[in-house]
């Protein structure tokens, strides 16, 4: 099958050989996270109890401080807003898997920062009630992995015609590949069909913020203009995921 996508490539203003590669398909689409409201979680052996894609903890990366993430849960966080709030405590929030990635500890099947059903505080990632409680966005303390999701950033270098050397981020839809090995097993992912494909406005718009905080507000502004005449144009292909 020949799955059609559009895209588009934006030269960052305040770099020649900066490019932000976006894919038109997915941005325009009505995809919506839809946790809490019919998600059914990414392994199809969890039938207990629905935890989204949150079943193997936050891989951090470059752009993720550790140690913040243990200062939140030593001085912000209490038992009233993270339901696993002691564990975290007693054994630290993170460990390290057996490559040395650090992510956030698993706890009962799931990231230590889950609070599972029925807890008062409310179903769900804890900084993400954290920063509710505060009046913030939800991305303000979360792991990156966690708040682009469900937004993948790739950066390559290339080399132009002319041998400049350019660097090229290519944001599209994190898909089952994206999530590698393992990927393949999942039951179920929100993007193989269309359950989460019912927001009433394009991600552009419904994840302004985390593209702001990928690309930078001129990118951003430059991205939107684009796909605000995208969108009135209309034919936009419908996205397909590459599974």
Request: aromatic content about 8%; proline content about 4%; charged content about 25%.
């Amino acid at each position: 099958m020949v799955l059609q996508r559009e895209w588009v490539t934006l030269v960052s203003p305040d770099d020649d050989h900066l490019h932000y590669t976006f894919d038109v398909s997915f941005l325009l689409s009505d995809y919506t996270c839809i946790y809490g409201a019919g998600c059914q979680g990414v392994r199809a052996d969890v039938v207990d109890e629905v935890v989204g894609c949150c079943l193997h903890g936050a891989y951090l990366n470059e752009d993720d401080d550790p140690d913040e993430l243990a200062r939140i849960v030593a001085e912000d966080l209490g038992p009233d807003t993270m339901q696993f709030h002691a564990e975290a405590l007693a054994d630290g929030p993170l460990t390290e898997d057996e490559e040395g990635e650090v992510h956030t500890r698993v706890h009962e099947g799931a990231c230590i920062f889950q609070n599972r059903a029925g807890f008062e505080a409310g179903t769900g990632c804890a900084l993400h009630h954290l920063a509710d409680r505060r009046g913030e966005h939800h991305m303000t303390h979360k792991p990156v992995v966690c708040w682009q999701l469900p937004l993948h950033r790739t950066i390559e270098e290339r080399t132009a015609n002319d041998g400049a050397e350019l660097e090229v981020h290519t944001i599209a839809a994190f898909e089952r590949g994206h999530w590698g090995e393992g990927g393949s097993d999942f039951g179920w992912y929100c993007m193989d069909d269309d359950t989460a494909f019912v927001a009433d406005r394009p991600v552009y718009r419904s994840m302004e913020h985390e593209l702001r905080e990928m690309v930078g507000d001129p990118v951003y502004e430059e991205l939107a203009a684009y796909l605000d005449g995208r969108q009135a144009r209309g034919g936009t292909l419908r996205f397909l995921p590459t599974v």
